[in-house]
């Protein structure tokens, strides 16, 4: 069951922009433990892209985005986005994003999580 909303997402160039945004329904955003930046390719698992935690103060991010994403959130819109910079063709697929209020612990683990959106495409091409 649908629960949160992405939107933002499109189609670049490579090394371009797109900034996503996820809008969470005040009774999930108000008990999530975090609230995660997924992202699955064509004939690709799911991967964790971002996390952002209870607070706001701590955020994960995988390896391959250190530096280019940042996960950020605004507690008055119930909204986290993911700024995505120096777009690569590697970072395409769908994006997800998903809430964890049952689980707390890391947040690159998918099955951590109990509510997801339907997701938003990003193309980077080169």
């Known amino acids: 069951q649908v629960q949160l909303v992405e939107s933002g997402g499109g189609s670049v160039q490579a090394g371009g922009s797109l900034r996503l945004s996820c809008a969470v329904p005040g009774y999930i955003y108000s008990n999530s433990w975090k609230i995660g930046w997924f992202r699955q390719a064509p004939g690709k698992e799911r991967e964790a892209v971002a996390a952002?935690?209870?607070?706001?103060?701590?955020?994960y991010y995988v390896d391959s985005v250190k530096g280019r994403f940042t996960v950020t959130q605004d507690n008055a819109k119930n909204t986290v986005y993911l700024q995505m910079n120096s777009l690569k063709p590697e970072d395409s697929g769908m994006y997800y994003c998903?809430?964890?209020?049952?689980?707390?612990?890391?947040?690159?683990?998918?099955?951590?999580?109990?509510?997801w959106g339907q997701g938003t495409q990003v193309i980077a091409s080169s």
């Open positions: 952002i935690f209870r607070g706001g103060e701590i955020s």
């Open positions: 998903a809430a964890d209020t049952r689980y707390g612990g890391p947040g690159i683990d998918r099955r951590r999580y109990n509510y």
